[in-house]
């Protein structure tokens, strides 16, 4: 228990009790990754911009911009492969 006692406290646990602090210690290390989202990546990249902007409209917003952007590259990308897109070219579809 002693050696356990020693890497909470490295660890910079503090916890009412030596269980608490383990079930926090546990918590840490079993917690899933924090991944931002589409929304947030968008609201960080676009900062005050975005402020008044609600969830469900930005979220429509970043759908109809991706469609827009995936019909730009597939244009671009039948210009420059005579009328096939890259995944046509390599033989993905």
């Known amino acids: 228990m ?7 406290q490295q660890a910079g646990i ?3 009790s030596p269980l ?10 079993l917690a899933p ?6 929304l947030l990546k968008a609201r960080h990249t676009m900062g005050a911009a975005l402020v008044d902007v609600p969830d469900e409209d930005l979220e429509v917003y970043l759908t109809e911009f991706q469609h827009l952007v995936d019909g730009w590259f597939d244009c671009f ?4 492969f005579n009328g ?5 070219v390599l033989g993905q579809s």
């Open 14 to 16: 503090r916890g009412n």
């Open 20 to 29: 608490a602090a383990i079930d926090e210690a546990m918590q840490r290390v």
């Open 84 to 88: 096939a897109t890259l995944k046509q």
């Open 2 to 8: 002693a050696l356990l006692e020693q890497m909470v």
């Open 77 to 80: 990308e039948q210009d420059m």
């Open 33 to 38: 990754p924090q991944q931002e989202t589409k």
